[in-house]
């Protein structure tokens, strides 16, 4: 069955330090791919997604590519910042929209 | 755009009392809205899916007469925490689909904190 299969953290790093956070997955279909924020007691945000293939999403500095060769769709991020603290999660969406999987979620912690 | 919210944000009860959490689409309809919970430090799990006008379709392990949930109107789905007990403490997040537009994009709500003593 479809799954996601992310990093596990937490992730430290310092301010204006590059990010990864790797992503795979594994999908029956042609899924979209997503990465979701969520802040500290906050409900999750939609950072970014890909809808096929070589598709790059984009925002706020962050950005992942879908690979379906490596079936991959990392986050990178060129400088945190502190702000940038957050659990992220990687998820993908297959048949339409009609089921969705997460990963475990990786902690990220940018200290000044 | 787009924006989900919940109500209450954060509730705590007696056991053997019920909640009911609200969510709600602001700006959009949605036949689909999905119910989460999340325990400290931890992924997202699937409780159910709650299409307008129907019953909804729960997850394997979740008990349906615990948890219920009605979608009344296409911007509103409410989950009612039947006998709540302790270990009901959690946190529950609500998503909603768009009706129109991109179907697979799922747009949270805050989240509510539901603390049961």
């Known amino acids: 069955g479809d799954s996601v299969t992310q990093m596990e953290g937490p992730v430290t790093l310092s301010e204006e330090a590059f990010l990864t956070i790797n992503c795979t997955y594994t999908?029956?279909?042609?899924?979209?791919l997503f990465w979701y924020v969520q802040y500290p007691g906050e409900g999750l945000q939609l950072l970014l997604k890909a809808t096929k293939a070589d598709d790059k999403g984009s925002n706020k500095g962050f950005e992942a590519t879908y690979r379906k060769e490596t079936t991959s769709f990392h986050l990178e991020k060129g400088s945190v910042q502190v702000s940038d603290s957050a659990v992220y999660f990687c998820a993908l969406s297959d048949y339409g929209g009609n089921q969705f999987y997460f990963g475990t979620g990786t902690s990220l912690t940018v200290i000044p | 755009g787009a924006v989900v919210s919940q109500h209450p944000s954060w509730v705590i009860c007696k056991s053997g009392t019920s909640v009911k959490i609200e969510c709600r689409s602001l700006?959009?309809?949605?036949?689909?809205m999905f119910w989460y919970r999340q325990f400290p430090k931890q992924s997202l799990m699937l409780m159910a899916t709650s299409n307008e006008g129907s019953k909804a379709t729960y997850e394997q392990g979740v008990e349906k007469d615990k948890f219920l949930i009605n979608h009344a109107s296409l911007t509103l789905s409410t989950l009612t925490v039947t006998s709540a007990h302790p270990e009901d403490s959690s946190f529950y997040i609500c998503s909603a689909i768009p009706t129109s537009g991109v179907q697979e994009t799922q747009y949270f709500g805050p989240g509510t904190r539901l603390l049961v003593l």
């Open positions: 700006d959009f309809q949605a036949t689909t």
């Open positions: 999908a029956t279909g042609y899924p979209s």
